[in-house]
């Protein structure tokens, strides 16, 4: 019911779902209670209809089962309700869900069984917010978890999402110069995404990931660092490639 659209209102408003839900994550002794009230407590907040007061509820059990960091089901239902939350289009929810939750147990997911929602969700992260809280997830060690990841065992789409995240922090002047500096992680990237031939939208978001570098850089006036991408860019194949795609 929670994970319909035209009956979670209904769920929420008459039979107050998610104090219910809530009270079983915390105080069950029963674990498939616990792992079922979580579940359901990620699809309560699927959709986009959610209040500030509702979210407020569920942000300190978000961050205790982050911090317990058990493989299980309830972890990867946390990042999920996270993702679902940062993409809600209310930005007092946002600010809400940023100042409520330790970025940095999301961060250290990356390096877990949960890392494929974890990339979700820092995808989420960045494309909603702005440098300076971008910066916090660069202190907090997001290139290094980013940089253990095993790229060429990772499926094209999750890739792309890889790719989608390094093409928005290329476009903020302050981080494309140590963006740039991963190399290893870029190479494992583009590589994977240059061997699938003719995917536009693997080649769509090269194109988004060169023209917000290049972009950065040209704010930056940095032209040493234009001449250094430009050169990668040729080594890489990608300015090749791209040709093909020119009329």
Aim: charged residues 25%.
């Amino acid at each position: 019911l929670l994970g319909d659209s035209k009956t979670n209102e209904i769920a929420k408003k008459t039979w107050k779902a998610i104090d219910y839900l809530v009270s079983n994550v915390l105080g069950s002794n029963d674990n498939k209670i616990r792992e079922n009230s979580m579940w359901a407590l990620s699809n309560t907040f699927r959709f986009k209809n959610n209040s500030v007061e509702e979210v407020q509820k569920v942000l300190p059990i978000l961050n205790q089962i982050l911090y317990e960091n058990i493989e299980n089901t309830m972890t990867t239902d946390s990042l999920w309700t996270l993702s679902y939350l940062l993409d809600c289009d209310n930005s007092e929810i946002t600010e809400s869900v940023y100042s409520g939750i330790n970025w940095r147990l999301v961060v250290d997911m990356i390096d877990s069984t949960n890392k494929k929602v974890a990339i979700r969700v820092i995808g989420d992260f960045i494309a909603e917010f702005s440098a300076p809280r971008i910066s916090e997830l660069v202190e907090r060690g997001l290139f290094t978890q980013l940089t253990k990841l095993d790229i060429s065992t990772m499926t094209i789409t999750k890739v792309r999402e890889m790719m989608w995240i390094l093409s928005n922090i290329a476009c903020e002047p302050e981080f494309v110069n140590k963006l740039l500096e991963q190399t290893d992680l870029l190479d494992a990237v583009i590589e994977k995404l240059m061997c699938i031939p003719d995917n536009n939208k693997c080649v769509g978001e090269l194109v988004h990931f060169v023209s917000n570098a290049l972009t950065s850089l040209q704010i930056n006036h940095d032209d040493n660092g234009l001449a250094n991408v430009i050169d990668y860019l040729k080594s890489k194949g990608i300015v090749e490639c791209l040709n093909n795609y020119i009329p």
